[in-house]
């Protein structure tokens, strides 16, 4: 299916997104070779390993329809791949947050008895974002990283989140400077 996506996406590039007719007659004679190879077509395979669906691209739609079954197949390698390649979970972890607004528009066409709806949708429910991020093993960095700069945008005094761990707040574990002030000159601890 991605082929497909691919395939009208490379005409749109060459050909321009202005005139879809022209992307359709172009589309639909590479959909001929496709599948009358040889120009017999009796003797078209019907076993091929790699099936059309040509239908799909007859939505005004099909670059989000694209990027969502991208996604779909993504997924099952980018989720046990954070667990090994920690110094990319950020990565993962945007990817993967960045769909969010995709999951919201499918979730919104795709209403019972909805014919919009892209037939690998319903297996991509269990990947959408709001549901897989609390699960991932660098989500409670993430939150916290997030709050950090939050914190960190909102504060007057410009701190700088540094190497304390997730940016806890400090401040309210101990006592401020002001109230304790050791310097050694006042300190009880006697030097010889």
Known sequence: ML????????????????????????????QYIWNYPMGNEKNTNPYKKCKDNFNILTKADWEKRKELYA??????????????????FKDFYKYIEGKQKLF????????????????????????????VLHTLSCHIHMISTKKCLATQAHSEQGLVCGPRPYCSDLSRHGAASSVLEMTHENSDIGTS
């Open 71 to 88: 996604y779909y197949i993504d997924y099952s390698t980018i989720k046990p791949m954070i667990k090994f390649y920690k110094s990319k």
């Open 3 to 30: 082929l497909n996506y691919w395939i009208y996406d490379k005409l749109t590039d060459t050909l321009g997104t202005e005139n879809n007719s022209v992307i359709d007659v172009a589309f639909g004679s590479l």
């Open 104 to 131: 919201k528009y499918f979730r919104d066409i795709c209403y019972p008895d909805s014919t919009e709806c892209p037939d690998y949708y319903i297996k991509c429910k269990d990947y959408n974002a709001e549901s």
